[in-house]
Structure formats: C-alpha cells, structure tokens
C-alpha cells in the first residue's frame, strides 16, 4: 500500500494537482493540515481532499480562516489572505474544515499532528531540543508533522539518543527500523520554505516500510496569477517564486 502524506497545500491548487499527478499510484491520502490560507483557491482544495484523504488536520491557518484563532497572531498579509480565504468558503467545505483536529492518532503506531505532539496548533518544530521534548508528548513510534513548510526528519533511538533535524532531498527514502521512532515533516505543497520552490510531498510505502521525500516542480506563475487576480497580497505570490 502506498500512502501519500502531505501538508500546507495554503490554497495552492496548481501545485496541489501537480502532486497529485505525480504521487500515483497511491492508495490512501494523509493530509497534516492548513489546506488553506495565503493561497487563491481554498474550495477546489477542500473539495479534493474531502474526496480522497482519510485523514485531515486543521492547521493554524485553516482553524484562522473559520473564525477559530484571533487573526491578530498573523502577520498583515497572512490576515489578508486568512480573511479572503474564509469569505471563499462554500457552506459544505466550512463544515467539512470545521470538524477536523489539529491533531489525530492514525493508528497504533502514527501520530499526526500539524505543528507538534505537544503544542498542534502553533510550534514551529525545527530544532532537535524541541524534538527531544516532543517525542515525550506521544506513545506511537511515529509523529507526522506540517507547519514549518521545511520536508524534516528527526530519529529518537532506542538509546535515547535524538538525531536530526535532517532535511531530506527529492529520492530520499527513509527506511523505518523497529525500535527507533521518528518525527517527521513531509514538506509544504502549496508554499515551500527552504529555498526550493518545488511542491514537497512523501510516500509511505507499507511493504518495504519506507517513507520517500519528493519535490517537483509546478506552475508557480500560474498560481502567482491567479492570487493576482484574487488581489492577495504581492509578497504572498513572491515568495513562492523564491521557496521562502
Ligand atoms: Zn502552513
């Protein structure tokens, strides 16, 4: 079986079917949340992912978009994007937003959470001091992670030593050893951060207990466009340019 895992899709419909295409065959859809926010076309993303992932979180930004958090912990042009974002909704995708979690057990031995295990909402989780705590704050043997927009793995072993964070590059597949547990972050779709503007995703494949990171590349200036269009914010449709 074949799992896609992917987060921070921000509104970013180009990039969001580019990786689509390019995840197949996949059997099953992890979604770690903020499907919206910054980006322009918040219902044609909710709508696809209401049709194929079996498991979806609310990010910051999604839960901002509801109503849920004070839009003054955003910066004015996340606010703008936030508010935009959420006047877009169609009733059924705001109902469908407005039962997710910010965080989930998967299984016996997943976690998800969309900024870390123990604060879901809003930790940016990105050093290994932080991981070392975080891995106290779940039972599962792994914790899949979002909100940093940075593809990250961090490894606990069953010394207690903590490894990481290291950032993966497109091919990279992570063989999960018995005994050691992870932390790991799949990367942005809709607005990657390190330096790479390439759409990040991974895929979890069961049978050889792996997990594969991959960047590919979409149409950045086709999305660029159409925030123009939808008149966000410019510095918002910049940065993909630049994966910043
Ligand atoms: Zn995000």
Redesign the pocket.
């Known amino acids: 079986m074949r799992i896609l895992i992917l987060s921070?899709i921000?509104s970013n419909y180009v990039a969001l079917e580019t990786v689509l295409a390019a995840a197949r065959p996949y059997d099953a859809v992890w979604n770690l949340g903020?499907t919206i926010?910054y980006g322009p076309r918040p219902n044609e993303c909710v709508a696809t992912m209401r049709g194929i992932a079996s498991l979806m979180l609310a990010?910051n930004?999604d839960l901002a978009c509801l109503g849920h958090l004070d839009l003054s912990d955003f910066n004015p042009d996340a606010r703008t994007a936030n508010i935009w974002n959420g006047d877009q909704l169609t009733g059924e995708n705001r109902d469908a937003l407005d039962q997710l979690e910010p965080v989930q057990a998967i299984d016996a031995r997943f976690l998800a959470a969309h900024g870390s295990p123990r604060e879901p909402v809003w930790e940016y989780l990105l050093t290994r001091y932080q991981a070392l705590d975080n891995f106290r704050h779940f039972e599962q043997q792994i914790c899949l992670i979002?909100?940093s927009?940075v593809p990250l793995i961090f490894r606990l072993t069953s010394g207690g030593r903590c490894e990481g964070p290291s950032v993966p590059d497109d091919g990279f597949s992570l063989t999960l050893e018995e005994g050691t547990r992870y932390i790991i972050n799949p990367g942005?779709v809709g607005?990657p951060r390190n330096q790479d503007p390439r759409a990040a995703f991974a895929i979890f494949d069961t049978t050889c207990d792996s997990i594969t990171f991959h960047r590919v590349r979409y149409d950045v200036a086709l999305t660029q466009r159409q925030m123009r269009e939808a008149r966000l914010p410019e510095p918002l449709a910049l940065r993909l340019a630049q994966g910043i």
């Open positions: 921070d921000h903020d926010g990010g930004h979002g909100h927009h942005s607005q």
